[in-house]
C-alpha cells in the first residue's frame, strides 16, 4: 500500500510504502460503528439521579376515600402515575454505561477506518510536524500551506509549543498517536500523519 507524502509549503513529497493490513483493508461500517458506540459510552459520565415514589417529598395521607366519589382509587400522591410522584425505572448516579470491545475488533475497527482515510484521499504523512515557536498563527500559516483547511495530526509526541499553538484553532486538532481513536478519526475532514506516527501506528495494530 502506497500512501500519498505532502510537504510543509503543499508540494507532493512522493509516496511511502505502508503495510497492507493497515492502511489497505476493507471498510467494515458495522464494526466502525460498534466501535464508535462503544467510544463514547464508555466516556459518559452517570451525573443524572432521579427519585422512585419512596424519594420524593409527599404525604402518605390517602388523596381521598376509596369509593363513593366516582374517581379511581389512590393510596398515596407519590404515585409514579400522578404529576411530581416517583420514577418507576429512575436513573441512577451509579449508572454503568459501559460496552466491552475486544482488542482484535478495536484493532481492526482502527484499521478499517485508516484505510477508508486512504481510499478516499484524505489521509496525509510528512516527515514531521514541529514548530519553532509556540504560536497560534505560525500554525494556522502551516496548516494552510500544507493545503489543509481542516486536519487532524496525528504525531508521536505532542510537544509544548504544538499544543499551546493548536489548544485555540477549531478546525486543527493535534494529538499523540496513542490518543488516536475512532471517534476523533470518523469526525476528521483531513488526517496528517507523521512518519513516527505511522510507524508506531503500525506497530499498535499488527
Known sequence: MELKMVGTGGNSG???????????????EAL????VVAYQANARLAT???KDRGAVNH??????RQKGTGRARAGMTSSPLWRGGGKIFPNSPDENFTQK????????????ILSQLAREDRL???DEFRLEQPKTKLLAK?????GFDEVLVITDEVDEK?????????NVAVIAVRHANPVALVRSKNVLLTKAAMAKLEEMLK
Not at 512522493?14 to 467494515?28: H, K, L, P, V
Not at 466502525?32 to 466501535?35: A, N
Not at 504544538?162 to 477549531?170: E, G, M, Q, V
Open 14 to 28: 512522493g509516496t511511502i510504502s505502508a503495510q497492507d493490513a493497515i492502511f489497505g483493508r476493507e471498510f467494515n
Open 32 to 35: 466502525v460503528h460498534q466501535l
Open 48 to 50: 443524572r439521579a432521579q
Open 59 to 64: 404525604s402518605t395521607k390517602k388523596p381521598w
Open 101 to 112: 470491545v475486544n482488542r482484535r475488533m478495536y484493532r481492526a475497527g482502527l484499521c478499517a
Open 124 to 126: 496525509r504523512v510528512v
Open 142 to 146: 502551516k496548516v494552510k500551506d500544507m
Open 162 to 170: 504544538l499544543h499551546l499553538s493548536s489548544r485555540n484553532l477549531a
